[in-house]
């Protein structure tokens, strides 16, 4: 989605804004920008398209000048075009600003400016808030003008400001859409997300909703929106730069799908203690574990591929720790009115800690006495700091637009939660508890196992490739698999229609489209229903359809009954979904470079999704 940057400092501003910009690209989005004050006044730079050309027009025609801001912009109101990009300006082109987020009350503010007799140059709703600064600031200073403004909008922001009137300071808010402030030493930047200033500094200072800051290169001054200081923490990132970089993989998807073994590594460090016997968290997310009561209830709330991990925690949290859970789309969940109290523990599952949707459902859910526990990635993320309890991943950053190893690592967070809240109801008999720590344990190998399919997984692309639409089916645990497989599929590859359905659904209507050669990829591990899946799997037979089957390893009976056959290896039921999950990303990985798709970066879509 949008990302910002600011730059205040010594160094030629738009080549750290254009750098961190370049590190943002993996969000998703359509057109970019920036604006530096170039001694005279603001001077614009845009174009639609890739960052690459807005760069070569700028090495065509530089522009100097040590304080800027920037944005790549992934478009809500107003076609990507080079007029909607950002930055936007006041009439008298002295003040810009970049924005991240949804002014909901634009419409009506547009109005009154239109009255006013201001001319509008985009269809953004950005350009509204732009005015409004320039019609406050006919009586106030720029910050009051900025600070009133504000108080006018209704929806979210994250929003920067540079003006000609101010040449040593840059100004932003945040509500709703993240952003961060970034302390050199002599310098000061914006960025709405980490990883833009990776290898600028490691200095951060996470910003909460209703902030309001005044950065320059020596200060940062953080306030409300009406004027009351406030102090934020400074944190120092502690990933590493080439963790954010494709370290010779084509792609960041594949980089990632091959570090899945030490991404579940990672979720484990820590947690899992064979030597002790036991599963265990910090203290605070003990703590809140310790205290849920006999009779809580527990809702998931989560989107896109989160979304299936947490139908994947439903499967284990009520098969072995008995509680009785929901897994809710969080953009239905925060709009469904759903029954809340505080013996109700919400999860919530994001890979960013931004999503808006999530964000909102939990910000409800306290609203009505309910616990949130998040399972996050991103440290320091709005979700993350909202919970009163977080699991974090330690997935590492994960750049592609489609997710692959922070499924797995979420996937693998519910583990542990749902064993520890199994030992902890005294559910499990030790027998038991030993094979499933011993499974868990090896769980990182057996994904690297897992990932031995790529070369198999790779051919079979290419004789699928040409194809348009396709079926993935699942049963219990790897109902989610299909759902995920599918997601994968028509994420990375634009070109085609794939769904995901519970297996014995199929009857229920898919089936009605099978024909010889439709083609159909089960999920058939090894499971307590993996005889009806079979079933399945003779019932598209029977129509001609073609079977691409992933089944254990060791299943040579499922040969006869398949077109194409994936092993993985065998693994307890709870943990299949994490195996499953490897040739199911190849497949999508490699029949999107099939057909030459932008694989990181896919059409439309975005990373961190902050807007509703
Ligand atoms: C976007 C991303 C998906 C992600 C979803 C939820 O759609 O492209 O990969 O699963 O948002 O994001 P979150 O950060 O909350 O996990």
């Given at each position: 989605m949008c990302g910002i940057v600011g730059y205040v400092g010594k160094k030629q501003s738009v080549e750290v804004l254009l750098e961190a910009l370049s590190r943002l690209e993996y969000r998703g989005y359509d057109s970019a920008g920036v604006a530096v004050l170039n001694g005279k006044g603001v001077e614009i730079r845009r174009k639609a398209g890739k960052l690459q050309g807005l760069m070569e027009s700028i090495h065509k025609k530089p522009v100097n000048g040590h304080i800027g801001i920037g944005h790549t912009r992934w478009a809500t109101?107003?076609?990507?075009?080079e007029r909607n990009s950002h930055p936007h300006t006041s009439e008298s082109g002295s003040i810009a600003i970049v924005h991240n987020g949804i002014i909901e009350n634009y419409a009506e503010l547009k109005e009154k400016l239109l009255a006013k007799g201001y001319k509008f140059k985009?269809?953004?709703?950005?350009?509204i808030v732009v005015h409004l600064i320039a019609e406050h600031a006919k009586k106030l200073s720029i910050e009051e003008a900025f600070r009133k403004t504000l108080t006018q909008l209704r929806g979210s922001y994250a929003i920067c400001l540079v003006s000609k009137d101010e040449p040593d300071r840059l100004y932003a808010a945040r509500f709703g859409s993240p952003l961060l402030v970034g302390i050199g030493k002599g310098e000061g930047f914006f960025a709405s997300d980490a990883p833009a200033i990776l290898g600028l500094t490691r200095e951060v200072m996470y910003l909460n909703d209703g902030d309001f800051v005044v950065l320059t290169a020596s200060d940062v001054k953080v306030s409300t929106v009406a004027g009351k200081a406030v102090k934020r923490k400074i944190t120092s990132i502690d990933?590493?730069?080439?963790?954010?970089?494709?370290?010779?993989?084509?792609h960041y998807m594949l980089k990632e799908i091959h570090e899945q073994p030490a991404a579940i590594e990672q979720t484990l460090f820590n947690r899992l203690d064979l030597d002790k016997n036991e599963i265990t968290f910090d203290a605070k997310t003990k703590k809140f574990l310790n205290n849920l009561s006999k009779q809580e209830r527990v809702i998931i709330i989560s989107c896109g591929t989160a979304y299936h991990a947490g139908l994947v925690g439903e499967y284990m949290l009520e098969e072995y720790a008995h509680m009785p859970v929901d897994v809710d789309l969080a953009s239905e969940f925060r709009y469904r009115g759903p029954m809340l109290d505080k013996n109700t523990t919400i999860i919530a599952i994001t890979q960013?800690?931004?999503?808006a949707d999530t964000l909102a459902g939990i910000r409800m859910a306290k609203k009505h006495g309910s616990k949130v526990l998040a399972i996050c990635n991103?440290?320091?993320?709005s979700i993350a700091r909202e919970a009163d309890a977080v699991i974090y991943t330690?997935?590492?950053?994960?750049?592609?637009?489609?997710?692959t190893k922070a499924y797995t690592a979420q996937v693998t967070a519910l583990i542990l939660l749902t064993l520890y809240l199994t030992k902890q109801r005294k559910l499990v008999t030790a027998t038991k508890w030993k094979s499933l720590l011993k499974g868990l344990h090896e769980l990182p190998k057996t994904v690297e196992k897992a990932l031995a399919t790529e070369a198999d997984v790779k051919t079979l692309s290419a004789k699928y490739a040409s194809l348009r639409n396709f079926y993935y089916l699942g049963r219990r645990y790897n109902f989610p698999s299909a759902l995920e497989g599918a997601l994968k599929l028509k994420e990375v590859c634009p070109l085609i229609h794939a769904e995901g359905y519970a297996?014995?659904?199929?009857?229920?209507?898919?089936?009605?489209?099978?024909?010889?050669?439709w083609p159909v990829v089960f999920v058939?591990?090894?499971?307590?229903?993996y005889e009806k899946v079979v079933s399945n799997i003779q019932e598209v037979r029977a129509r001609r359809g073609e079977c691409i089957v992933v089944a254990s390893e060791?299943?040579?009976?499922i040969r006869k009954n398949v077109d194409s056959l994936i092993h993985v290896p065998k693994t307890e039921e709870l943990f299949s979904p994490i195996v499953v999950a490897v040739p199911l990303q190849f497949f999508a990985y490699y029949v999107a470079c099939a057909n030459q798709c932008d694989v990181d970066q896919p059409p439309n879509l975005a990373k961190s999704v902050t807007v509703e």
């Amino acid at each position: 989605m949008c990302g910002i940057v600011g730059y205040v400092g010594k160094k030629q501003s738009v080549e750290v804004l254009l750098e961190a910009l370049s590190r943002l690209e993996y969000r998703g989005y359509d057109s970019a920008g920036v604006a530096v004050l170039n001694g005279k006044g603001v001077e614009i730079r845009r174009k639609a398209g890739k960052l690459q050309g807005l760069m070569e027009s700028i090495h065509k025609k530089p522009v100097n000048g040590h304080i800027g801001i920037g944005h790549t912009r992934w478009a809500t109101h107003g076609e990507p075009s080079e007029r909607n990009s950002h930055p936007h300006t006041s009439e008298s082109g002295s003040i810009a600003i970049v924005h991240n987020g949804i002014i909901e009350n634009y419409a009506e503010l547009k109005e009154k400016l239109l009255a006013k007799g201001y001319k509008f140059k985009s269809q953004t709703d950005t350009e509204i808030v732009v005015h409004l600064i320039a019609e406050h600031a006919k009586k106030l200073s720029i910050e009051e003008a900025f600070r009133k403004t504000l108080t006018q909008l209704r929806g979210s922001y994250a929003i920067c400001l540079v003006s000609k009137d101010e040449p040593d300071r840059l100004y932003a808010a945040r509500f709703g859409s993240p952003l961060l402030v970034g302390i050199g030493k002599g310098e000061g930047f914006f960025a709405s997300d980490a990883p833009a200033i990776l290898g600028l500094t490691r200095e951060v200072m996470y910003l909460n909703d209703g902030d309001f800051v005044v950065l320059t290169a020596s200060d940062v001054k953080v306030s409300t929106v009406a004027g009351k200081a406030v102090k934020r923490k400074i944190t120092s990132i502690d990933w590493d730069l080439s963790a954010a970089r494709k370290d010779g993989y084509d792609h960041y998807m594949l980089k990632e799908i091959h570090e899945q073994p030490a991404a579940i590594e990672q979720t484990l460090f820590n947690r899992l203690d064979l030597d002790k016997n036991e599963i265990t968290f910090d203290a605070k997310t003990k703590k809140f574990l310790n205290n849920l009561s006999k009779q809580e209830r527990v809702i998931i709330i989560s989107c896109g591929t989160a979304y299936h991990a947490g139908l994947v925690g439903e499967y284990m949290l009520e098969e072995y720790a008995h509680m009785p859970v929901d897994v809710d789309l969080a953009s239905e969940f925060r709009y469904r009115g759903p029954m809340l109290d505080k013996n109700t523990t919400i999860i919530a599952i994001t890979q960013s800690g931004e999503t808006a949707d999530t964000l909102a459902g939990i910000r409800m859910a306290k609203k009505h006495g309910s616990k949130v526990l998040a399972i996050c990635n991103v440290m320091g993320s709005s979700i993350a700091r909202e919970a009163d309890a977080v699991i974090y991943t330690h997935a590492g950053p994960e750049i592609a637009v489609a997710s692959t190893k922070a499924y797995t690592a979420q996937v693998t967070a519910l583990i542990l939660l749902t064993l520890y809240l199994t030992k902890q109801r005294k559910l499990v008999t030790a027998t038991k508890w030993k094979s499933l720590l011993k499974g868990l344990h090896e769980l990182p190998k057996t994904v690297e196992k897992a990932l031995a399919t790529e070369a198999d997984v790779k051919t079979l692309s290419a004789k699928y490739a040409s194809l348009r639409n396709f079926y993935y089916l699942g049963r219990r645990y790897n109902f989610p698999s299909a759902l995920e497989g599918a997601l994968k599929l028509k994420e990375v590859c634009p070109l085609i229609h794939a769904e995901g359905y519970a297996a014995g659904e199929m009857k229920h209507g898919p089936i009605s489209l099978i024909h010889m050669g439709w083609p159909v990829v089960f999920v058939a591990t090894d499971s307590p229903v993996y005889e009806k899946v079979v079933s399945n799997i003779q019932e598209v037979r029977a129509r001609r359809g073609e079977c691409i089957v992933v089944a254990s390893e060791g299943n040579e009976e499922i040969r006869k009954n398949v077109d194409s056959l994936i092993h993985v290896p065998k693994t307890e039921e709870l943990f299949s979904p994490i195996v499953v999950a490897v040739p199911l990303q190849f497949f999508a990985y490699y029949v999107a470079c099939a057909n030459q798709c932008d694989v990181d970066q896919p059409p439309n879509l975005a990373k961190s999704v902050t807007v509703e």
